[in-house]
């Protein structure tokens, strides 16, 4: 099993530029999640998945979309890009419920200048 | 939302030397997890320990649900335990993360 995959690893944008970045896993887990962390801060839940064809909102919900068409597959979309979105992004899954362990990706390093 | 609360935030041991490090939160928890973040940015999960104790190794947690906290025992610290330490409580689907503990162990 590759787990929970990331791309890219690292991107740079300008602002008010668009972007997806891609998660997926291979593990058949119907829960899946997107967190940013910021220097010096622990991770913030950004939306997240219960399944297929259900997404929400978590706590830092605002300039981000996301679906969720498969079980696999859960990318998250900056829609136009802002300073404030610099950040490392992380994807995670788990089996339900968010729980009972959650497995993360590598991340992604995102820059907008 | 419910605040997760990690002390100390930084912590710096000698090899060998033991640690406790504690996470405390607002409110009640369907799950709560302790993560480690290493030195590269990967977060690995070490458990899943909504309540009771739990030992892997040189690690151990302790949850105690009904006071809303929970502990994190490292045993004979090794550099290798170096990286941030994070604990993640969840209730209604979404997760809550502590702004996490940095260990540096020094040889």
């Known amino acids: 099993n590759a787990g929970v995959t990331q791309t890219p690893k690292f991107q740079v944008l300008k602002t008010g530029q668009s972007m997806t970045l891609q998660c997926a896993q291979d593990?058949?887990?119907?829960?899946m999640s997107w967190y940013r962390q910021d220097p010096g801060m622990g991770l913030r839940l950004i939306h997240y998945?219960?399944?297929?064809?259900?997404?929400d909102q978590g706590e830092v919900p605002n300039g981000y979309n996301v679906s969720r068409s498969t079980t696999e597959d859960f990318p998250l979309r900056l829609l136009s890009a802002a300073p404030s979105q610099t950040s490392v992004y992380f994807c995670?899954?788990?089996?339900?419920?968010?729980?009972?362990?959650?497995?993360f990706g590598p991340g992604t390093r995102l820059t907008v200048t | 939302g419910i605040q997760v609360e990690q002390s100390p935030p930084d912590l710096i041991l000698q090899e060998g030397a033991n640690s406790t490090l504690r996470c405390n939160f607002s409110d009640s928890v369907n799950n709560l997890q302790w993560f480690h973040q290493n030195p590269w940015g990967q977060l690995i999960n070490l458990f899943y320990?909504?309540?009771g104790t739990k030992q892997n190794g040189r690690l151990s947690a302790t949850t105690v649900a009904t006071e809303r906290y929970s502990l994190l025992y490292i045993s004979s610290s090794q550099t290798t335990d170096s990286g941030v330490y994070f604990c993640a409580v969840e209730a209604g689907n979404q997760f809550y993360f502590g702004t996490g503990t940095s260990l540096t162990v020094i040889p």
């Open positions: 593990m058949n887990h119907e829960y």
């Open positions: 320990i909504p309540s």
């Open positions: 995670a899954s788990s089996y339900g419920d968010g729980g009972p362990e959650q497995y």
């Open positions: 998945s219960v399944g297929a064809g259900i997404t």
